[in-house]
Nanobody, 121 residues
């Protein structure tokens, strides 16, 4: 199986920073795109940022210039550096990864369990 484990969430004041990590483990042959999503109370899950296996990135307009997605392919890990945080960034953040398992020939999306990010003074 494949597991994605997130870490780095917490409570921070407006204007502060947090760095989220998401480590994929298990019978992994390769990982295509990786991403971060978030879901605020009463709202639908939304895309925050994506990164391809070659390092191309895409961001939601609401986080451009403040958030940076990156990955370490050797460690099967992705990161989300979040700066200049705002109260409206408060949400549960989920990572996902498009994974090809060892011994298979197709990719499947896996999700982390979510980590709470709260921005409040």
């Amino acid at each position: 199986q494949v597991q994605l484990v997130e870490s780095g969430g917490g409570l921070v004041q407006p204007g502060g920073s947090l760095r989220l990590s998401c480590a994929a483990s298990g019978s992994i042959f390769s990982i295509n795109a990786m991403g971060w999503y978030r879901q605020a109370p009463g709202k639908e899950r939304e895309l925050v940022a994506l990164i391809t296996s070659s390092g191309n990135t895409n961001y939601a307009d609401s986080v451009k210039g403040r958030f940076t997605i990156s990955r370490d392919n050797a460690k099967n890990t992705e990161y989300l550096q979040m700066n200049s945080l705002k109260p409206e960034d408060t949400a549960v953040y989920y990572c996902n990864a498009d994974v090809r398992r060892t011994g298979t020939y197709s990719y499947r999306m896996y999700w982390g369990q979510g980590t709470q990010v709260t921005i409040s003074s």
